[in-house]
Structures are given as structure tokens and as C-alpha cells.
């Protein structure tokens, strides 16, 4: 008698536009530092990006901290979905790194949440002598948000570069001589 029930009320639903997949995975949440916010216009552009990634949805984003909480569809966002087998979050944050990345020519991805507290990061500013354009601001970034130890970075339309740093990987130094090998960055840097 159950089943002949569950598949009246399925029947009733389906007629009444409201039919559910029954195997549906449920969404998972997963948070990640998002490499590419140099700058708050940035902010916009990576939301003009994740409408055109199916089964993703952008939560939150703390720009500061660079950290965004995104909720995912399983089955819309792996190939080979597998009810059975359900992805693991590494997994799922893999495929999302791989997803952004590919809609934005690498512009964004997605980095591990940070190991280290705010109180404990050390904020470091640097001043090269030009950043004029966006793609240089961009290119000052990539030198110094890819470093291991630092915890996000920004690049005022000032040029004015901000880097919070976990003291015990990273120092101004290593920035200096980092920003020292981008191309068209003249010193000194201040």
C-alpha cells in the first residue's frame, strides 16, 4: 500500500509542476580563499562569473579576508556524478578551482583557508613607483599573492600594496624582491 502512496503523491506533484528528483544530491557549502581579489571592482567581476557556472552558487564574500563560502550542486558541478560515491569536499573544491579558472583564464581559483589568525598576520605595505593599469596592479598582485605565507593581498588603484603575511613563511623583504622581478616595476620600491 506505501509505495502505491508515494507514487500517488509523486504522480500529484508531477502533474501540479512540481516534480522532484527523488535522487537529487543535496548542496554542499565549502569555503575557500579566492585568489584574484586585488582590487573591489574584482568583487563584481567574480560574480558576473558564477551565473555561468552550473550547480554553483556564491554564498558569501569577505573581501578583506578574501575568503568566500560557496554552495555547490554535486551533480551539476562533477562529471561522473555518483550518488552512491558522493564527492568529498577536496574534491568538490578541486573541480570548482578548476571551473573558475577556467571561465576567467586563470584570473581566479581558490586557495586553502588560512592556517594563520588575523591577530597573528602581519600587515605589509609597499609602494612601487607606477601602477597605472589594471593589468599591471594585476601582475604586482600575481607576484605577491602567489607566495607562500601570504594570506591575501590587494593593490590599491593608488598603487599602494597591501599584504597580510604569516610572519613565520614570509617578510617584507621576500615581497620587495618578489615585486623586484615583475616587469615594468622600476625601483625603488618604497
Same mark, same amino acid.
Given at each position: 500500500m506505501r509505495p502505491l502512496?508515494?507514487?500517488l503523491v509523486f504522480a500529484s506533484l508531477f502533474v501540479a509542476g512540481l516534480a522532484v528528483d527523488l535522487h537529487a544530491a543535496p548542496s554542499v557549502e565549502i569555503?575557500? !580563499? &579566492?585568489?584574484g581579489l586585488?582590487?573591489?571592482?574584482?568583487?563584481?567581476?567574480?560574480?558576473q562569473v558564477v551565473p555561468?557556472?552550473?550547480g554553483v552558487e556564491l554564498v558569501r564574500l569577505d573581501y578583506a579576508s578574501t575568503v568566500a563560502v560557496w554552495r555547490l550542486d554535486p551533480a551539476l558541478v562533477m562529471t561522473n556524478y555518483n550518488a552512491k560515491k558522493p564527492p568529498t569536499e577536496?574534491?568538490?573544491?578541486?573541480r570548482l578551482d578548476s571551473l573558475l579558472g577556467? /571561465?576567467?583564464?586563470? &584570473?581566479? =581559483?581558490?586557495?586553502p583557508l588560512s592556517g594563520i589568525s588575523a591577530e597573528n598576520a602581519t600587515l605589509v605595505q609597499l609602494r612601487p613607483p607606477i601602477l597605472d593599469c589594471r593589468g599591471c596592479r594585476?601582475?604586482?598582485?600575481?607576484?605577491? /599573492?602567489?607566495?607562500d605565507g601570504v594570506e591575501s593581498a590587494t593593490v590599491g588603484?593608488?598603487?599602494?600594496?597591501? =599584504?597580510?603575511?604569516?610572519? /613565520?613563511? &614570509?617578510?617584507?623583504?621576500?615581497?620587495?624582491? =618578489?615585486?623586484?622581478?615583475? !616587469?615594468g616595476i622600476e625601483h625603488p620600491i618604497k
Open positions: 502512496i508515494s507514487s569555503s575557500r !580563499r &579566492t585568489f586585488f582590487e573591489p571592482s574584482r568583487v563584481d567581476d567574480l560574480k555561468t557556472l552550473p577536496e574534491q568538490l573544491a578541486q577556467a /571561465a576567467t583564464t586563470r &584570473t581566479f =581559483a581558490l586557495k594585476f601582475a604586482v598582485y600575481n607576484s605577491i /599573492a602567489k607566495l588603484e593608488d598603487g599602494l600594496i597591501s =599584504a597580510r603575511i604569516d610572519p /613565520a613563511k &614570509t617578510d617584507q623583504k621576500t615581497l620587495r624582491t =618578489a615585486l623586484g622581478k615583475v !616587469r
